[in-house]
C-alpha cells in the first residue's frame, strides 16, 4: 500500500529584517524628536513672550505667579491642553532615547564594552541626560535643543546612514555649524542650571547642576566639539581679561589644549591598533 507523503507549504512570507526594524526605530526616535521637539518650542516661546502675565514686575520678574494659567478654566478640556506641553517635551526626549538607544545597540552589539568605554560615548551620555531631563528638573527649550540639532543632522542625512554609504568627514564637514551650535547649546545648559541653582528656581536645580556638571566633564575630556567651543569662548574673552589674571588665565587655556592633544593621541593609538 502506497504511503501519503506530506508535503509541506513553504511560508511565503518573507522574514522580518532586524537590521531594518532598528533603522525604522532609530528614524521614528529622530522623528518623534523634531517634531514634538518642534511643537514644544513653540509653545515655550509664546510661555516667555508672556512672561509679564505671569511674573511680578514689583519683584524685578523674578517672582512667578503660580496660579496664572494661560488656558483659565476647569473643564476637563482645559487640564488635557494645559498638560500637553509636557506632553510635547518628554515625547522628544523619549525619542532621542529611543534613536540614541538603537545606535549604542548597533555599536556594542558585537562587543563586551566597559563602564569606561560607555562614558566615554557621547550618544551613552546623551541618552543618560535625556532620561534625566525626562523625570528631573523643569521642563525648558534649551535643554531639548541639543537634541533637536542632533536629530536634525541625522534627518537630513537619513538615506544615507540607512544604506550606510554615509561618509562621517563630510557629513561633520557639512554641518560644522550645526555641530558647533550644538556644543555651544550644552555650554548654554550648564550655565542656565548654575543660573536656576543661584536663584532657586526649582528644587532640583542644584541636582541637575553637578549631574550634568559631570557628563559635561566627559564630554568635555572626549569630545573635540565642546574642547574648541571652550578655546573659542575663552579666545573671545581674551582681551576682556585683566593684565593682573593674565597668567591664571592663559593656564586655563593650556589645560584645555592639553586636554585636546590628549584625545589625539588617544585617537592615533586606537587608529594603530585597528
Known amino acids: 500500500m502506497a504511503q501519503i507523503q506530506v508535503v509541506k507549504k513553504k511560508d511565503m512570507k518573507k522574514k522580518r529584517d532586524p537590521l531594518k526594524d532598528q533603522k525604522n526605530i532609530w528614524l521614528a526616535?529622530?522623528?518623534?524628536?523634531?517634531?514634538?521637539?518642534?511643537?514644544?518650542?513653540?509653545?515655550?516661546?509664546?510661555?516667555?513672550?508672556?512672561?509679564?502675565?505671569y511674573r511680578n514686575w514689583k519683584w524685578l520678574f523674578l517672582r512667578v505667579n503660580k496660579?496664572?494659567?494661560?488656558?483659565?478654566?476647569?473643564?476637563?478640556?482645559?487640564?488635557?491642553?494645559?498638560?500637553?506641553?509636557?506632553?510635547f517635551y518628554r515625547m522628544a526626549l523619549v525619542g532621542s532615547i529611543i534613536s540614541l538607544s538603537v545606535t549604542m545597540y548597533q555599536n556594542w552589539a558585537t562587543a563586551n564594552p566597559q563602564w569606561y568605554e560607555m562614558l566615554s560615548s557621547e550618544n551613552f551620555q546623551m541618552m543618560i541626560l535625556a532620561a534625566l531631563w525626562v523625570f528631573v528638573g523643569?521642563?525648558?527649550?534649551?535643554?531639548?535643543?541639543?537634541?533637536?540639532?542632533?536629530?536634525?543632522?541625522?534627518?537630513?542625512?537619513?538615506?544615507?546612514?540607512?544604506?550606510?554609504?554615509?561618509?562621517?568627514?563630510?557629513?561633520?564637514?557639512?554641518?560644522?555649524?550645526?555641530?558647533?551650535?550644538?556644543?555651544?547649546?550644552?555650554?548654554?545648559?550648564?550655565?542656565?542650571?548654575?543660573?536656576?541653582s543661584i536663584l532657586l528656581k526649582d528644587g532640583t536645580s542644584g541636582i541637575c547642576l553637578t549631574i550634568y556638571f559631570a557628563f559635561y566633564w566627559l564630554r568635555f575630556n572626549f569630545s573635540p566639539y565642546a574642547q574648541a567651543t571652550a578655546l573659542d569662548v575663552l579666545g573671545h574673552l581674551d582681551h576682556h581679561v585683566p593684565p593682573k589674571y593674565?597668567?591664571?588665565?592663559d593656564k586655563v587655556k593650556r589645560f584645555i589644549q592639553a586636554k585636546d592633544e590628549a584625545r589625539m593621541r588617544r585617537r592615533e593609538k586606537i587608529e594603530k591598533t585597528i
Open 29 to 53: 526616535g529622530h522623528c518623534l524628536t523634531l517634531g514634538f521637539g518642534t511643537i514644544f518650542t513653540i509653545t515655550y516661546l509664546f510661555h516667555v513672550l508672556l512672561f509679564f502675565k
Open 67 to 87: 496660579d496664572y494659567h494661560f488656558i483659565a478654566g476647569n473643564r476637563w478640556y482645559h487640564s488635557i491642553v494645559r498638560f500637553l506641553p509636557r506632553v
Open 138 to 196: 523643569r521642563r525648558s527649550f534649551y535643554r531639548l535643543f541639543p537634541y533637536m540639532i542632533l536629530s536634525f543632522i541625522h534627518l537630513t542625512n537619513s538615506k544615507q546612514e540607512i544604506k550606510g554609504t554615509v561618509e562621517p568627514g563630510k557629513m561633520t564637514k557639512r554641518n560644522v555649524f550645526l555641530l558647533r551650535l550644538l556644543s555651544y547649546s550644552e555650554l548654554v545648559v550648564l550655565l542656565a542650571l548654575a543660573l536656576d
Open 246 to 249: 593674565r597668567p591664571q588665565w
